[in-house]
Structures are given as structure tokens and as C-alpha cells.
């Protein structure tokens, strides 16, 4: 049995933000403990990973919304 789990709109909605928030903290955080701190690196990269899994998410669904395939090419949409 296979149960889906189903947000409210307004999360769903700024999951996008919300990763990319996250993501400013972490890179916030790495600097407020200084580079040379041991666990910078790792709060630095994770800020990044969220940052960019924010944007791949944001991008994905505005194409998906424009009716775009994420893995079509512009010569696919073109009707022959």
C-alpha cells in the first residue's frame, strides 16, 4: 500500500525559498565561525547544496508549469 504525502499549498509553495534560506544561514554560519574552524567546510558546502537545490527545484517547476519537459530540448518542442 502505497500512501502519498501531501503538503499544505504555502509550504509546498516556498519549499524553493525555504532551501535557499537555509542555505544563506549555513554560508552565514561558516563565516561567523571563521574558516579556519574545523566544521566550516562542512556548514559552507551544505549552505551551498541547499542553495542549489533550491534553485534546481524552483527551475524545475516553472518548467513544468510552462508546460516544459525538464529533459526536452528546444528542437523537441518544435512541431515537425
Not at 44 to 60: F, M, P
Request: hydrophobic share 45%.
Amino acid at each position: 500500500m502505497v500512501c502519498a504525502m501531501w503538503l499544505p499549498k504555502p509550504i509546498y509553495e516556498g519549499l524553493p525559498a525555504i532551501y535557499a534560506l537555509a542555505g544563506v544561514f549555513f554560508l552565514f554560519g561558516a563565516s561567523y565561525l571563521g574558516f579556519a574552524h574545523a566544521t566550516a567546510p562542512l556548514y559552507a558546502g551544505t549552505g551551498a547544496i541547499c542553495i542549489l537545490s533550491g534553485l534546481l527545484v524552483w527551475r524545475l517547476r516553472s518548467q513544468s508549469r510552462n508546460g516544459h519537459s525538464p529533459n526536452s530540448r528546444t528542437d523537441d518542442a518544435v512541431e515537425r
